[in-house]
């Protein structure tokens, strides 16, 4: 026996917003507004998809890089008449002051003059030493007490002897034999210092104090 042919049941929905007797049906609006809500949500969900889907097709913006001084160009030493000039202007600089610094020691009767407080190489190698003297604890500025950095003056003693070294050849004697004097003082001096520092108190004839 052949089954019935079933037949697709059909829903009708009254979609019309006002009843018969001319009042509004609130279930339709309701309904209405859930659908268009829905509708919305479906939109802004398929538009954040595009706009992924294009932000991950397009290149990539390349990276800043930090530059590194071995990635710098190096700059060209100054030319020869660029040298001359800056040493002009600074000599002109440098008499300018000497002059206004004599008015104002002959007024205050001192009997120092300009030169006195330039530069030389003996000036240079006698402030060295004396850093590395106040670093042993030997010396040290009016008022304070000596303190001792032994680690500043092993650097102190080894600048001088990098001194000795690129000057060699290119020193008047006297001064050649002021800068082995000074250093000669200050190795030795070194190395008493640290062994006051490194007496034992157990030694004989020590008691562990610095004298």
Do not use: C, W
């Not at 268009?36 to 990539?60: F, G, K, S």
């Not at 640290?194 to 034992?200: A, P, Q």
């Not at 157990?202 to 610095?210: I, N, R, S």
């Amino acid at each position: 026996m052949a089954e019935k042919e079933q037949k697709p049941e059909f829903v009708v929905t009254d979609r019309r917003l006002f009843s018969t007797d001319g009042e509004l049906r609130h279930d339709v609006v309701a309904d209405e507004e859930l659908r268009a809500a829905h509708e919305r949500e479906t939109q802004d969900t398929q538009q954040r998809v595009n706009d992924e889907r294009a932000a991950r097709q397009q290149p990539e913006a390349p990276t800043s890089t930090v530059t590194t001084h071995a990635d710098e160009p190096e700059l060209p030493a100054p030319s020869s008449a660029e040298q001359q000039a800056s040493a002009d202007a600074y000599s002109a600089s440098t008499r300018q002051f000497d002059e206004h610094l004599e008015k104002e020691m002959r007024k205050q009767g001192q009997p120092h003059r300009a030169q006195d407080f330039e530069m030389t190489f003996e000036k240079f190698i006698v402030s060295i030493y004396m850093t590395a003297l106040m670093q042993l604890g030997l010396a040290a500025p009016q008022g304070e007490k000596p303190a001792v950095d032994l680690i500043g003056a092993r650097q102190t003693i080894d600048t001088l002897s990098i001194i000795q070294e690129k000057t060699k050849g290119n020193l008047a004697p006297a001064e050649e034999n002021m800068l082995q004097n000074l250093l000669y003082e200050l190795r030795m001096a070194y190395l008493e210092v640290t062994n006051m520092l490194t007496r034992s108190p157990q030694a004989p004839g020590g008691d562990g104090k610095l004298k």
